[in-house]
């Protein structure tokens, strides 16, 4: 399995931006696809997920009504748009494949990142 993330760069506070993730080498269209992101000096976390059909998506409260995720199964694509964003938006962020339960997730592979600087 293969993932590569791009579309990370600088942007200033307030301002958007889309992060793309390139999948291959499983049946895309049949697994959940999420986002996190590792800040300088801290551990990585938990930004978002979405599931198979893309009818389903959950968020961290840190990014709840800011961030986006969706995705094209016909591309095998997943995006991650943000928008109002903030200096501790700052990190790589790293999309995965996982497999979603009701009550969390577990990662199946991970990607690599992409960074992401917030300037204030």
């Known amino acids: 399995v293969q993932l590569q993330a791009s579309g990370g760069g600088l942007v200033q506070a307030g301002g958007s931006l889309r992060l793309s993730c390139a999948a291959s080498?499983?049946?895309?269209?049949?697994?959940?696809m999420g986002w996190f992101r590792q800040a300088p000096g801290k551990e990585r976390e938990f930004v978002g997920t979405?599931?198979?059909?893309?009818?389903?998506?959950r968020y961290a409260d840190s990014v709840k009504d800011r961030f986006t995720i969706s995705r094209d199964n016909a591309k095998n694509t997943v995006d991650l748009q943000m928008n109002s964003l903030k200096s501790e938006d700052t990190a790589i962020y790293y999309c995965?494949?996982?497999?979603?339960?009701?009550?969390?997730?577990?990662?199946?592979?991970w990607g690599q990142g992409t960074l992401v600087t917030v300037s204030s």
């Open positions: 080498g499983h049946k895309f269209s049949s697994y959940g």
């Open positions: 995965a494949v996982v497999s979603l339960a009701a009550d969390g997730w577990v990662i199946d592979y």
């Open positions: 979405i599931n198979w059909s893309g009818g389903s998506t």
